[in-house]
């Protein structure tokens, strides 16, 4: 600043923000009024550099430097350790985690329940402290920070039935702190085998699923004794499982099998893996897996055979849809696509819906034509839809809602409209095939848009009533390209006169700026 400028700073927003603001105008000009002269401001302190401080330092005493650096460790257990490193002592025994573990208990442990608004703030403090536990890794106390990653992971679970968690913060935090945990192993050097016995009983016992993914990223970690170790614990789970009931879960049978799967996958690939996954198939689920499983490693003819077992053995029943739509896909890149085509037909016949039918297509090709007449016959037979009134809501059966999809999707909007009119379909497909329709006859629409947007106003409620002004503005603009204006505008008198009781409805056509008021 300079002896004609003026300078300021203030409390508000904008000038928290560094700005010249209101307030300091105000102040400044009163200030001026005054007639006084502006002092030349004082120097600004010279800031002391890395490079001045070291050659400070380098210059000062030793026993002064020494009781100054003692000083800093009381306060800083970090810098203690660090110090008693250096001069010798243990790393693994140097870093007193007394302080650190209280803060964990301290933003960890729970005295009443943290709500959904609370969550948030919560776990960054959480974050927070689980950050000073990974500090400990680059400055060579690896283990501490296993021991306290380890402890941070028990106070989260048990304190996790005291938290709104609806947006995932608990796995949130227990991930963070397991990433913490491998990198603190990762440059550590814990016992391989008490590691591993840590890693399977923590896995077991967890509610939140902390180290069930454990595999691949600790194998390195644990190496060839605590990955015998690990292997063991696990197979032994997993052979003392009872037989797979079909239908029956939580039995802890999901956990034991996924622990024995990442490990069959971590140490024998994909036939290790099959291996394990064959071992009780009871549902065509079991059966998808293997067959993805070899699909994705592109063993597609392998992948057919347990394709047609699940069919075969299951009945296509529950998965029967996806066995064959992934069939489909390994009969394509084999370049079967008559084959293809008939998977896909089966899913198509056995639930129509626009998805299947555009997946025949595309399995098709050249011969779809004829695929094309079966589905739309199919879709032509479906029972016409049946709709009654229930107080306010109208219950409506599908009726050609997927055949007017189809046809929507082919851009034959003439048949499209065709098929609504003669076995209706859902009220949201009746305003989009209005809609197509209205590009060419507006006429058409307009009954549909005015009865969607009067079974709103039966729902009594703002919102619907906002989408209700919506459609019949949307209405207007099509009754003025028929030459309807009038017709309109005795609807709408009409319309206000039958809910004349509905402020808020009026609010609405008003702000819609709709006639008839």
Not at 417 to 437: F, P, Y
């Amino acid at each position: 600043m300079t002896a004609t400028e003026l300078d300021g700073q203030c409390s508000c927003p904008y000038g928290a923000d560094g700005m010249f603001c209101k307030h300091c105008v105000a102040v400044g000009l009163a200030w001026l009024a005054r007639g006084e002269p502006i002092a030349e401001p004082s120097a600004v302190p010279e800031k002391i550099t890395d490079e001045r401080l070291r050659g400070f330092l380098q210059a000062r005493d030793p026993r002064w430097l020494a009781d100054e650096l003692l000083r800093a460790a009381q306060a800083d257990p970090l810098l203690r350790a660090r110090l008693e490193v250096a001069a010798g002592a243990d790393a693994r025994h140097a870093f007193d985690e007394r302080n650190l573990r209280t803060r964990l208990d301290d933003v960890i442990e729970l005295d009443d329940y943290v709500s959904y608004g609370e969550a948030y703030s919560h776990f960054g403090r959480v974050a927070d402290v689980l950050g000073e536990v990974a500090e400990l890794i680059g400055a060579g106390f690896a283990d501490n920070a296993i021991e306290l990653a380890e402890y941070a992971m028990e106070l989260i679970e048990a304190s996790a039935g005291a938290v709104d968690d609806s947006n995932g913060e608990v796995g949130g935090a227990l991930a963070l702190a397991q990433q913490i945990h491998l990198d603190a192993c990762t440059a550590g050097g814990p016992d391989p085998v008490a590691l591993a016995d840590r890693l399977v009983d923590r896995a077991l016992s967890s509610d939140y699923e902390v180290f069930l993914d454990a595999m691949p990223g600790y194998a390195e970690v644990l190496g060839e004794a605590g990955m015998t170790r690990y292997r063991q614990r696990v197979e032994a789970a997993w052979q003392a499982l009872p037989p797979k009931q079909p239908g029956v879960y939580g039995d802890g049978r999901f956990t034991v099998t996924y622990l024995m799967e990442r490990l069959a996958e971590c140490q024998g690939g994909t036939d290790a893996l099959i291996e394990i996954l064959a071992h009780d198939v009871t549902s065509g689920y079991d059966v998808l897996r293997i067959a993805q499983k070899l699909a994705d490693d592109h063993r597609d003819e392998e992948a057919l055979v347990w394709i047609q077992r699940g069919l075969d053995d299951f009945g296509g029943a529950v998965h029967g849809d996806r066995l064959r739509s992934l069939g489909a896909d390994c009969l394509l890149r084999l370049g079967r696509r008559e084959e293809a085509a008939r998977h896909l037909w089966a899913n198509f016949e056995d639930s129509p819906s626009l998805a299947d039918y555009q997946a025949l297509h595309a399995a098709a090709g050249e011969d779809f034509p004829v695929w094309r007449e079966r589905a739309l016959t199919l879709l032509r037979a479906q029972p016409a839809a049946v709709e009654r009134h229930m107080g306010v809501r109208y219950v409506q059966s599908a009726g050609r809602s997927v055949l007017v999809e189809v046809l929507l999707w082919e851009g034959d909007v003439d048949h499209a409209w065709q098929a609504a009119q003669q076995g209706g379909c859902h009220q949201d497909l009746w305003l989009r095939v209005a809609r197509a329709r209205a590009a060419t006859h507006p006429a058409d629409a307009l009954p549909v848009l005015r009865r969607a947007a009067e079974r709103l106003i039966e729902q009594k409620n703002r919102s619907s009533y906002q989408q209700a002004a919506e459609l019949l503005a949307e209405s207007e603009a099509l009754s003025m390209r028929c030459g309807q204006s009038e017709g309109f505008q005795a609807y709408m008198v009409g319309l206000r006169a039958a809910n004349k009781p509905k402020r808020a409805l009026r609010e609405e056509l008003d702000r819609a700026r709709l006639p008839g008021g």
